[in-house]
């Protein structure tokens, strides 16, 4: 009866054990990328592309930095430049908004931004978008002689 429940124990033991190193290692991925200065939870989608991504924005300096949420790499899959950025539209998920989609929760906010010819939606909370323009317009302009 012992040798039974031990058994039971050991197979217990290793089928949690690749699960708890999974998620012990996206966290440790996520400090990493919050660590160096701000960072929010944030959807991304590019023009074209119907489907959210949800990840993390870094806000580097001089950049904007973009990782999937889940992943193990800790290289952003999207980096803009802070001086290209330029918002374009902004709006809130909502039924009193008009605004409606299925993915993301009432009250989130999305932006497209354009840089540069490309342009890309990024959906936050409404504090975050706010924190994000503010950086945005905090960038030192650089004029050209």
Known sequence: MDEDLALIGWILVALTSPLLIGVLGLTA?????RRPGGAVSCSLRR???LRWQHGIA????GQLAWFPGLGVRLR???VVSRQSLRLV???VVGADTGVTDRVLPVGTAVARFEHGEQAI???MSQDALTGLLAWVEAAP?????
């Open 29 to 33: 991925r996520r400090v990493a990328i």
């Open 47 to 49: 023009d074209g592309e």
């Open 58 to 61: 870094a806000y580097r300096t």
């Open 76 to 78: 952003p899959r999207v």
């Open 89 to 91: 539209e902004r709006r």
């Open 121 to 123: 939606w990024l959906a």
């Open 141 to 145: 302009q650089w004029y050209g002689v």
